[in-house]
T-cell receptor, first 112, second 111 residues
Framework: NAGVTQTPKFQVLKTGQSMTLQCAQDMNHNSMYWYRQDPGMGLRLIYYSASEGTTDKGEVPNGYNVSRLNKREFSLRLESAAPSQTSVYFC???????????FGPGTRLTVT | KNEVEQSPQNLTAQEGEFITINCSYSVGISALHWLQQHPGGGIVSLFM?????KKHGRLIATINIQEKHSSLHITASHPRDSAVYICAAPVRVDSNYQLIWGAGTKLIIKP
C-alpha cells in the first residue's frame, strides 16, 4: 500500500497561473481532505469530500476548487494563483475508524 | 478561548528524559487524535484513542474523557523524537467528521 500520495512535491508558479494538485489514496477510504499549512502555523481545512461525488467547503476555500474524481482521487485546483497561496498543501484521508486521518507527504507551493 | 489547547508550546529536554505533552479540549466527540510532524514536514498519525491508554514503542497516550484531557508521554527520549506533536479533536459536521487542531508542541531533544 502506498497510502496517500500527492503530486507534485514542489511547484513554483507565477501570479495568475493555474495548476492542479493531485491526491490519491489506496486504502478504500470514503472521506478525503485538503489542508494548507503556512510557516509556523497549524493546518487549516480548505475543502473536504465525505464520499465520491460530494465536496464541501472548509475554513479557507476562497481561491480553490476541488474535484472528487472517484473514490481514490481528490484534486485541488488553483485557477489564478496569488502570493497569499504560497503554502504547504496536505491531502488526508480518513480511515475506517472514521476519525484517524492519514496524510500525504505534502506539496510545497511558492507563488511569486 | 481555543477549543483544543496544548501545553507546553515549546519543550527542550535532554536525551533520556521523560516527556509529557498535554492536551485539553472542549469540543468534539469522546476521542482524540495525536499526530507527529517531522522537521521535514511529513505528518504521521500516532494514536486515536477514546478511552484509557495506548502504547506504541516508547510513546504512551492517555485520555480522561470526563475531564476532556489527554497526555502524550515519551519515555527515554531521543534526538530523533524532535518534532511537532499535535492533538486534534474530531467534531461532527453534518454526516462527516472534521478535526479541530491544537496549535502543536515543538519538542527538541538534545543529545
Amino acid at each position: 500500500n502506498a497510502g496517500v500520495t500527492q503530486t507534485p512535491k514542489f511547484q513554483v508558479l507565477k501570479t495568475g497561473q493555474s495548476m492542479t494538485l493531485q491526491c490519491a489514496q489506496d486504502m478504500n477510504h470514503n472521506s478525503m481532505y485538503w489542508y494548507r499549512q503556512d510557516p509556523g502555523m497549524g493546518l487549516r481545512l480548505i475543502y473536504y469530500s465525505a464520499s465520491e461525488g460530494t465536496t464541501d467547503k472548509g475554513e479557507v476555500p476562497n481561491g480553490y476548487n476541488v474535484s472528487r474524481l472517484n473514490k481514490r482521487e481528490f484534486s485541488l485546483r488553483l485557477e489564478s494563483a496569488a502570493p497569499s497561496q504560497t503554502s504547504v498543501y496536505f491531502c488526508a484521508s480518513v480511515g475506517h475508524a472514521r476519525f484517524e486521518q492519514y496524510f500525504g507527504p505534502g506539496t510545497r507551493l511558492t507563488v511569486t | 478561548k481555543n477549543e483544543v489547547e496544548q501545553s507546553p508550546q515549546n519543550l527542550t529536554a535532554q536525551e533520556g528524559e521523560f516527556i509529557t505533552i498535554n492536551c485539553s479540549y472542549s469540543v468534539g466527540i469522546s476521542a482524540l487524535h495525536w499526530l507527529q510532524q517531522h522537521p521535514g514536514g511529513g505528518i504521521v498519525s500516532l494514536f486515536m484513542l477514546s478511552s484509557g491508554k495506548k502504547k506504541h514503542g516508547r510513546l504512551i497516550a492517555t485520555i480522561n474523557i470526563q475531564e476532556k484531557h489527554s497526555s502524550l508521554h515519551i519515555t527515554a527520549s531521543h534526538p530523533r523524537d524532535s518534532a511537532v506533536y499535535i492533538c486534534a479533536a474530531p467534531v461532527r459536521v453534518d454526516s462527516n467528521y472534521q478535526l479541530i487542531w491544537g496549535a502543536g508542541t515543538k519538542l527538541i531533544i538534545k543529545p
